[in-house]
Nanobody, 131 residues
């Protein structure tokens, strides 16, 4: 059984920063690849960042967050973080932690397929970026 609990959402002004956390419970295998998705107003849920544990913590990002968001993980604490810098109004939305996913180049395109979805979701945390 995998449990994911997000925290760290809130309101911030344009250009500000937030750090989301995802506390995870589950087997090492189930938590091997983890990531963050978000749903912005009027849009489908999208994959934005993911991280593997292959000894080098391989990470992938969708283009819209590349260079601004950083995903990391602390395996000793079973926590995955999403550091979000230079936030923009279009980053406003609900952010979801996910486990049991495929994390590779073009992962964001893969998860646009109707049949593609991670094994587990957290309940989500809301981020508001105001100008």
């Amino acid at each position: 059984q995998v449990q994911l609990v997000e925290s760290g959402g809130g309101s911030v002004q344009v250009g500000g920063s937030l750090r989301l956390s995802c506390a995870a419970r589950g087997s090492k295998r189930d938590l091997d690849a983890m990531g963050w998705f978000r749903q912005t107003p009027g849009n489908e849920r999208e994959a934005i960042a993911c991280i593997n544990t292959r000894g080098d913590d391989d990470t992938q990002y969708t283009d819209s967050v590349k260079g601004r968001f950083t995903i990391t993980r602390d395996d000793a604490k079973n926590i995955v973080y999403l550091q979000m810098d230079d936030l923009r109004p279009e980053d406003t939305g609900d952010y979801y932690c996910a486990a049991g996913l495929l994390c590779y180049r073009s992962f964001d395109q893969y998860y646009k397929l109707p049949s593609a979805h991670p094994g587990w979701w957290g309940q989500g945390t809301h981020v508001t970026v105001s100008s």
